[in-house]
Every structure is written in structure tokens, then in C-alpha cells.
């Protein structure tokens, strides 16, 4: 099963796509991937009911986030209530550690995402502070890096042997889609996924 | 064009503005932005800069301008641009757009937009409801 | 940077009207430096002669923060515009804008710790009929250098 892993709807400050149209585009466009999950910003919607979509246009639809810690942004999946305790998902100081280990705690995973990007991606804190334990898969496939901020997420996955996941990052509905990851089996909702990267049986792909 | 020869993934034609200094102090002008930042790649680089960068206003002007020229008649409703990162004056962008959604209740289209930089970079994202009869 | 004591003293308070009068002149200078080609914003001799529906994204009240807003930093660029069209503005209008903070945030990018306020402006004419909304999202940087802006 393909998805996307890494979307943003209206609901992040800089997001401009409706979910809607997310799936109305997948489906006109004939997009390979079979769903997305919506990371929106420093947040996790609770309220929105995306099942309707997911029938209607036969994705699947996964919530999870993106928030920022001190070693750049973070997707994190199989969010919960007991991670949303745990931590702040408004703040944007969280230590990249501690939301390694409550991810993990609370059921869920953590994945630094866009690693080769300026200041929010976790390379530069890495060759300035050094590694941090409890990383296993990152982002390694960015629908929004630039020219060399992959390459850069993939050199780092293979010296410290990362596993590694794509994702669009789209923030317009046209975005989605350009990267994602593979999975060998289906996933049905969040607890696969996390099952699914924790396994660590996936590739990353880009289209474009 | 009409609402009814639109569908979703239409393209509308790519275009390279006119981005040179001397367009962009006249845009400068009428806007009441007439500093270095704009207008003057020396006084942009002073300030830190690479060099002039456009305002992101007429990056927004020229997105309305290229819908006005696929559709013409046309009623842009909201437009909405995120602007990035800079571009810089006297480069050669392109801008582009794309139909992500139709709306035959409303006559409405929904339009994703971007303007990227010779390297291929998006350095503004936007979208736009434009409403045809 | 406490953006919640922001959110609570300042959020959706009107600080400022500002009066524009809208000239054919204005609207011509404009519709010619950003290539603007639609007869209808191009030539005056044109029936639905008007100013075309970024125009007012331009202006700037008489302040662009409210009296004693907090100082968040000397530097900030301009993260975008959304201009929401509710009616024409025609040569011989003058508009009165009201500005007030619609919402402020924080958040990391490319550029490193921003804050954002969303500064918007709803245009009306003469009439008191609605032209415009802009929402002008600007960033304050205490602590960056402006040649690392990027989100």
C-alpha cells in the first residue's frame, strides 16, 4: 500500500488545501499513492471525520502532526491522548528527545522529517550537537526539499542507518503526492502504521 | 472561457513576468515601497540581502494578471498567496497554475498557484476561487 | 514571546481607520507595473472600469500595529497576502479601512523562530458597502538576519 505521510489541509496556518480536494485530485489525476496522512502543524485534529471521504473516494485517511522541537520538525503518528498529555504539541521548543520517547511511550512513532533542511531540519543540529538517540526512521524523501536536502536526509540514514519515509510535505492540493512511502501490506489505520514503520519494511518513493 | 470547458488538472499557460528593476520600481512606486530593498540591488545587499527582492504584493499581482489573461471575464473572489522565500528583481521566475477543483453550484473554480525561480524552486504559493459565467 | 498574552490583550480590537481615495490615475500606474491586461482594469473607456482585486492589498493604514503593542523584534518581512473580494472599488470611491489583529502565532522555518500576526484590513467604500478583506500575515524576527528569511 502506497501513502503519503506528510500532507497539510486549511487547517495549518500555511496549508490551502481542503481535504476534499485532496482525494477529488488524487482520484482525477490517477495518483498512485492509495492515501495520505494529514500531519497539520503543531496541532492534532480531533474533530474532523474524514471516514465519508475515505468511502466516498476509497483513500485512506490518517491523521497524525507535525511539530518542532529543538533538532527541527517531527512527524509523529498513532497520536493519542496519553501523547498529547506528555507533551505540548503547540510548543515550538519541544526537545527532540523527549518526543522520541513519549511517541514510543504512548504507542505511536516519531519521525524527524525534512532532515536536510536550513534550521528546521535535523542535519545542521546533528553536525553542531551531535546525534540523538532513538531515531530510527526519518524523512528521506521531502515533496518540498530543494536541491540537495534529500540527498543530504539520505546520507544521514545511511551512516546511522536510518530507515527512510516519503512524503509530499504538500500544502497545496496540487503538492500531494509528489513523494511517499510503500508499505508491504495494507494499512488500515493509524495503529498499522505505526506497526508498519516501526517494522521498518517500507520505501520511500518520489515521482518528481 | 467558460465554466462548462474547465475541468479539473487544466493548466493555465506558464508565464515569465517582467521582474526587471525598472518594472519593479514603477510597481514600487505606485505602491508607496519605494526603498532600497525593492529597487536597488546594492542597497538590498546592504541590508543582507542577495539582492533587490520583489514585494510580495506584485508577486501577487502578477498571479491575479496571469488568471485574468486564462480566463478573461473572469471574477477572482480571493486570492491568496504565501510568500516563502524572495524572488529577486532582474531574475526571469515563471509563474504557474492549475485547476484543482470545480464548483457548478457556485460557477467557481478553485486555482493552485506558484511562482518558482530559475532553479525550479516554489518561492510563493497561492490559490485562488475565480468564479466564470 | 508570550503569543497567548498577545492573543488576549490584542486580538480583533479596531486600532486604526485609514481613508484612501481611489483615483483613476492610481489604478492605471498599478494595473501597468504588474502587467495587468483585462480591459476592465486596463482601459477607462471600459463599462466595469475598476481598480483590478489585488488593489487594495497595497495600502497601509496610518499604523500597522496598535498604539503600545509589544515590541517583538526590529526585524520581519512580509509571509503573505489573502485579498477577499466582495465588491468593486471604482475611480471617485474613497475607502475607509479598519485594521485590527486577527490572530497571532509562533513557529519555526527555514528562516528560525517567527512570529506571526495576521494584520487585516476590511475595506469599505463611501457607502459603507463592502469592498475588501486583506489579511496581511507579517512576521517579526527578534533574533535572525534578513538574508535567512525563508519559511
Excluded at chain 1, 486549511?10 to 498512485?32: N, P
Excluded at chain 1, 508499505?183 to 519494511?201: H, P, Q, T, W, Y
Excluded at chain 2, 515601497?33 to 546592504?46: C, I, P, S
Excluded at chain 2, 514585494?55 to 491575479?64: D, E, Y
Aim: some cysteine.
Amino acid at each position: 500500500m502506497i501513502l503519503d505521510l506528510h500532507t497539510h489541509s486549511i487547517k495549518s496556518d500555511d496549508g490551502r488545501a481542503r481535504v476534499e480536494t485532496y482525494c477529488g485530485w488524487i482520484r482525477k489525476r490517477e495518483l498512485q499513492i492509495e492515501g495520505f496522512v494529514l500531519t497539520e502543524h503543531r496541532q492534532f485534529d480531533d474533530e474532523s471525520d474524514y471516514r465519508p471521504l475515505e468511502h466516498e473516494f476509497g483513500l485512506r485517511i490518517l491523521k497524525g502532526s507535525e511539530v518542532e522541537t529543538d533538532y527541527g520538525h517531527v512527524l509523529v503518528f498513532g497520536v493519542n491522548d496519553r501523547m498529547r498529555a506528555a507533551f505540548d504539541f503547540a510548543d515550538i521548543d519541544l526537545p527532540l528527545g523527549l518526543v522520541l520517547e513519549e511517541a514510543k511511550r504512548c504507542g505511536g512513532v516519531a519521525v524527524p522529517c525534512h532532515p536536510g533542511r536550513p534550521r528546521v531540519g535535523m542535519c545542521a543540529h546533528f553536525a553542531e550537537r551531535g546525534a540523538v538517540d532513538g531515531v530510527r526512521v526519518i524523512e528521506t524523501r521531502n515533496g518540498g526539499s530543494r536541491n540537495g536536502e534529500d540527498a543530504a536526509a539520505l546520507a544521514l540514514a545511511e551512516k546511522f542507518g536510518y530507515r527512510g519515509i516519503g512524503g509530499s510535505d504538500a500544502h497545496l492540493v496540487s503538492q500531494i503526492g509528489r513523494c511517499a512511502t510503500r508499505f508491504e501490506g495494507a494499512i488500515r489505520n493509524e495503529d498499522d502504521l505505526v506497526r508498519a514503520i516501526r517494522s521498518g519494511k517500507f520505501e520511500a518513493i518520489r515521482w518528481t | 472561457m467558460r465554466f462548462e470547458d474547465i475541468e479539473i488538472g487544466d493548466e493555465l499557460p506558464a508565464e515569465q513576468p517582467d521582474v526587471r528593476v525598472e518594472r519593479v520600481r514603477e510597481f514600487a512606486k505606485t505602491a508607496g515601497m519605494l526603498t532600497g530593498r525593492f529597487v536597488d540591488h546594492q542597497k538590498a545587499r546592504e541590508q543582507g540581502l542577495p539582492g533587490a527582492i520583489l514585494p510580495g504584493i506584485m508577486s501577487q499581482a502578477l498571479l491575479a494578471a496571469v488568471i485574468h489573461r486564462w480566463a478573461p471575464g473572469c471574477a477572482i473572489q480571493q486570492i491568496d498567496t504565501v510568500f516563502r522565500a524572495p524572488i529577486l528583481v532582474d531574475s526571469h521566475p515563471t509563474t504557474r497554475g492549475v485547476v484543482t477543483s470545480t464548483d457548478a453550484g457556485a460557477q467557481t473554480v478553485d486555482v493552485d498557484l506558484t511562482i518558482e525561480n530559475e532553479a525550479g524552486e516554489t518561492r510563493v504559493i497561492g490559490t485562488a476561487v475565480v468564479r466564470l459565467d | 514571546m508570550d503569543v497567548e498574552a498577545i492573543k488576549k490583550n490584542w486580538l480583533n480590537r479596531e486600532f486604526d481607520v485609514a481613508e484612501f481615495p481611489i483615483t483613476q490615475e492610481r489604478i492605471l500606474a498599478y494595473v501597468h507595473a504588474c502587467g495587468e491586461t483585462d480591459p476592465r482594469f486596463s482601459d477607462p473607456e471600459h463599462p466595469e472600469f475598476q481598480a483590478p482585486p489585488t488593489f487594495t492589498a497595497q495600502y497601509v493604514g496610518r499604523r500597522i500595529l496598535p498604539r503600545d503593542f509589544p515590541m517583538l523584534g526590529f526585524r520581519g518581512f512580509d509571509a503573505g497576502k489573502t485579498v477577499v473580494l466582495h465588491g468593486p472599488a471604482r475611480p471617485g470611491d474613497t475607502l475607509f479601512a479598519h485594521s485590527k489583529i486577527a490572530d497571532a502565532y509562533e513557529k519555526t522555518g527555514r528562516s528560525g523562530r517567527m512570529v506571526f500576526l495576521v494584520h487585516r484590513m476590511e475595506f469599505v467604500n463611501q457607502k459603507d458597502e463592502r469592498v475588501s478583506t486583506v489579511d496581511w500575515r507579517m512576521v517579526r524576527q527578534p533574533d535572525q538576519e534578513p538574508e535567512k528569511r525563508e519559511k
